[in-house]
């Protein structure tokens, strides 16, 4: 342990100490010499030096210790690494019943703020395991926990949550609801193309997502809907009404390998590391570019079983997995214990002041104190 000053200049108070020192010596018995006849022709001598000396030096050190507490108070110490004792907590999940607490623990719904289990539960938008994280690292280290969580478990962040202590996991089975299952896009086709295997290949991709045919191609001056996929098959460049669509997070398959809207980055390789999709940002939305036309002799990839999933991973990323087995995400250890918070010294002082206090008044108006004056 260690104390430390978040004011350090308040220690410049200890000056007034002075004050207390100087009244008692201004306020010494003053002894009035007396003569007396039989003494009178004595020969003088010199006087002996007199020594400081204080008066009543009880009440002195009393009101030297209140001056000295008052400054150390100005000072706002506080004590590094004083051991913190507290209870054992368990967090419940938001959506489950609060069990029945031990003896001495306290109950805590694991949510923003951490509310005591006796209010009402909370609605929680954040994820699980960012709160496990932040209340591990607000709880004094060695502070028993236990969690409370839905099975399945919601709320997953990408990982397992990582804590500095061992946590009782403790699922609740609860019924999961139903995923939300996303639709296939629908490919709209528009311009002019030269091979017909590109329509081939374009209406196989179309079976393959929704087994639904390829829909008839758009007008000229007409953009695809909100959801669909544009497909440009010509190669000059797309209309204008095409490019506010796409800006507007769009999403288009450019077939011809010369239509180059800009640098892209390669999103698709085959098998023999061959860039096949290149992917070109426009505004919001993005541009799908073929390297090569849109058939099996000259784009190899399009034999590849897995073409057709990994390029509607392209046009609609799969959304990160919302639900998992709460087994399965037991917290880890080894994250940083969280930092000991210091004690404030303040509460103490100023008890002490006011014990200091009520002596020194006591002992200044004491009726033994006029006596003996």
Do not use: C
């Amino acid at each position: 342990m260690s104390l430390s000053l978040l004011f350090p200049l308040g220690l410049l108070a200890l000056a007034s100490l002075l004050v207390p020192l100087l009244i008692h010596l201004a306020r010494r018995h003053q002894y009035a010499p007396l003569e007396f006849a039989a003494l009178r022709w004595l020969r003088a001598k010199a006087r002996p030096r007199q020594r400081i000396r204080f008066d009543e030096w009880p009440l002195l050190l009393v009101r030297l210790l209140l001056l000295a507490a008052l400054a150390v108070l100005l000072a706002r110490p506080l004590l590094q690494g004083a051991p913190v004792e507290t209870p054992p907590w368990v967090v419940v999940a938001p959506g489950l019943n609060p069990p029945a607490l031990p003896a001495g623990s306290e109950g805590r719904w694991l949510a923003a703020g951490f509310p005591p289990l006796q209010d009402a539960a909370p609605a929680s938008a954040q994820p699980l395991a960012s709160l496990l994280r932040e209340l591990d690292q607000s709880l004094p280290k060695g502070t028993a926990l236990t969690v409370y969580v839905p099975d399945p478990l919601p709320g997953l962040d990408g990982e397992r949550p990582r804590l500095s202590r061992a946590v009782q996991w403790r699922p609740v089975a609860t019924p999961a609801a139903a995923p939300v299952q996303g639709t296939a896009p629908q490919l709209r086709v528009a311009g002019t193309d030269s091979a017909p295997s590109a329509l081939r290949v374009l209406d196989a991709l179309q079976r393959a997502w929704s087994g639904q045919a390829l829909p008839a191609p758009l007008a000229a001056a007409a953009a695809p809907e909100d959801g669909q996929v544009g497909v440009w098959l010509a190669d000059a460049p797309l209309p204008p009404v095409w490019q506010a669509w796409v800006q507007a997070g769009g999403s288009v398959l450019a077939v011809s390998p010369n239509l180059a809207p800009g640098t892209g980055s390669t999103v698709l390789r085959d098998d023999s590391g061959n860039a096949a999709v290149v992917r070109h940002a426009l505004g919001r939305g993005q541009v799908l570019q073929f390297t090569a036309p849109l058939s099996p002799d000259a784009l190899p990839i399009l034999r590849e079983p897995s073409f057709p999933r990994r390029l509607l991973e392209q046009l609609q990323p799969l959304p990160p997995p919302q639900l998992a087995p709460a087994a399965a995400h037991v917290p880890l250890t080894g994250a940083a214990a969280p930092l000991a918070q210091p004690r404030d010294l303040a509460p103490w002082l100023l008890v002490l002041i006011m014990v200091l206090f009520a002596l020194e008044r006591w002992m200044a108006t004491a009726p033994r104190r006029g006596a003996s004056a």
